[in-house]
């Protein structure tokens, strides 16, 4: 059965607010908080997303970043509902897919932790990101109603690169954005994509940025 629009869009609202007023720490699986270094969630500056309006283009984020000489233990700490493409100088540092694990987004958001010593050497790197949508923003009208869900909104991610126990990345002002290929993904109807779109070699560390919009701070997940 189905909920009505006006009360999830209620329920919605008092969920974001509740969010905003309360951020807790995150946990892994044991309840232990991860140090996520004071990082803020960070997104592209867009109009508040309303129950029915489709989603727009998979937003890219991308910063430029150094580890020290002598660095030992090398974590990264992401945080992204719906679903993310994440690399380090172009290329990917896990096999894995499709992650975090969905969840009731509003009561809880899971996050990833990756051992990164092994992969990265002392120097100047770059991180880069495509958010998509996936549970989290589904904006198609199915059986189900996730196109009403309370915990609907734009692609947002939070992330923490430590050395030695010290961030040495991690979301806060500073970051740029722009579009990419990825014009239209549904968790559903799948992808559309216009490489036409794509700025060449954005994801290397050569690539020059100035252009790009500043990403915003924005509100948590309610799951926060």
Request: with cysteine.
């Amino acid at each position: 059965m189905s909920t009505g629009t006006g009360a999830n869009t209620a329920l919605k609202k008092k969920r974001k607010a509740d969010s905003m007023s309360k951020s807790l720490p995150l946990a892994d699986d044991k309840g232990a908080a991860v140090p996520f270094h004071g990082a803020q969630w960070l997104g592209m500056n867009r109009p508040e997303l309303s129950t029915n309006a489709p989603p727009l283009h998979a937003p890219c984020f991308r910063r430029i970043f150094t580890i020290p000489d002598g660095t030992r233990n090398i974590l990264l700490h992401l945080a992204a509902p719906g679903w993310c493409d994440a690399q380090i100088d172009g290329a990917p540092f896990t096999p894995c897919r499709l992650y975090p694990a969905p969840t009731i987004f509003d009561r809880r958001v899971r996050f990833v932790t990756f051992d990164l010593e092994s992969q990265l050497a002392p120097g100047t790197h770059v991180f880069s990101i495509v958010l998509g949508n996936g549970w989290y923003n589904c904006p198609d009208k199915d059986e189900w109603d996730f196109c009403h869900a309370p915990w609907r909104d734009n692609p947002k991610f939070m992330m923490a690169l430590e050395c030695d126990g010290k961030a040495v990345l991690k979301t806060e002002p500073g970051w740029k954005c722009s579009e990419g290929a990825l014009r239209r993904d549904s968790l559903r109807n799948g992808e559309f994509a216009d490489f036409n779109f794509e700025p060449t070699g954005w994801r290397k560390k050569g690539f020059d940025d100035t252009t790009w919009e500043e990403a915003i701070a924005v509100p948590p997940p309610g799951g926060v």
